[in-house]
């Protein structure tokens, strides 16, 4: 299994420009998540899905939005990129919801706003 | 609000020391702290889940303790290694979201460093 992976590695916007963070998993995991990790802040909750079809908001998600259509991908898209979203963003996943459960994070995207 | 903090921020020891990190939350009324470790550049590994109902889990060299009334965890390292180094992050999930681990609440992390 290849685990939870995300593209791209690395990625530099301007202003205004729009994007999309891909992520996937090959575990057949039910529940997925993007968290975005700032010095100082810790890392917050932006969107998650226990399911294909069905997401819901985080802590943190202005500016951002989702989709979940298949099992294994749930990309997190950018609209109008700010420089506020420079960040680094790691997407996770787990069997299920359950609280039992341990998460299984990527190795995550850093981006920057110009 | 559950906010988590984890003390200290840094800390160096020799290769071979018994160390422990601490974490503390504001709402004892969680479901679940979990202990991750995070390399630089990398992505979070699950090292340590202890629910509610438990006082501890251990994996390897790796301990954790939950005190759930007095809203603090610690993880214990024992005889560590260069190789341990790296930043650890403890995380809970906040009672009310039904026993799940929806929206875990991070600290800020402890960056270790275990010199040769």
């Known amino acids: 299994n290849a685990g939870v992976t995300q593209t791209p590695k690395f990625q530099v916007l301007k202003t205004g420009q729009s994007m999309t963070l891909q992520c996937a998993q090959d575990?057949?995991?039910?529940?997925m998540s993007w968290y975005r990790q700032d010095p100082g802040m810790g890392l917050r909750l932006i969107h998650y899905?226990?399911?294909?079809?069905?997401?819901d908001q985080g802590e943190v998600p202005n500016g951002y939005n989702v989709s979940r259509s298949t099992t294994e991908d749930f990309p997190l898209r950018l609209l109008s990129a700010a420089p506020s979203q420079t960040s680094v963003y790691f997407c996770?996943?787990?069997?299920?919801?359950?609280?039992?459960?341990?998460?299984?994070f990527g190795p995550g995207t850093r981006l920057l706003v110009l | 609000k559950q906010e988590v903090t984890q003390i200290p921020a840094a800390l160096s020891v020799p290769e071979g020391e018994n160390l422990v990190l601490n974490c503390s939350f504001t709402?004892?009324?969680?479901?679940?702290l979990q202990w991750f470790r995070q390399d630089p550049g990398k992505g979070l590994t699950s090292l340590l889940l202890?629910?509610?109902?438990?006082r501890e889990q251990t994996s390897g060299r790796l301990n954790a303790s939950l005190d759930k009334s007095s809203g603090r965890s610690t993880l214990y390292i024992a005889a560590s290694q260069p190789g341990d180094s790296a930043t650890y992050l403890c995380?809970?999930?906040?009672?009310?979201?039904?026993?799940?681990?929806?929206?875990?609440?991070f600290g800020k992390g402890t960056l270790l460093t275990v010199n040769p």
């Open positions: 709402d004892s009324a969680i479901y679940n």
């Open positions: 202890i629910q509610s109902s438990q």
């Open positions: 899905s226990v399911g294909a079809g069905i997401t």
């Open positions: 995380a809970v999930t906040p009672g009310g979201s039904g026993g799940s681990n929806y929206k875990l609440t």
């Open positions: 575990m057949n995991h039910e529940y």
């Open positions: 996770a996943s787990s069997y299920s919801a359950a609280s039992g459960e341990t998460q299984y």
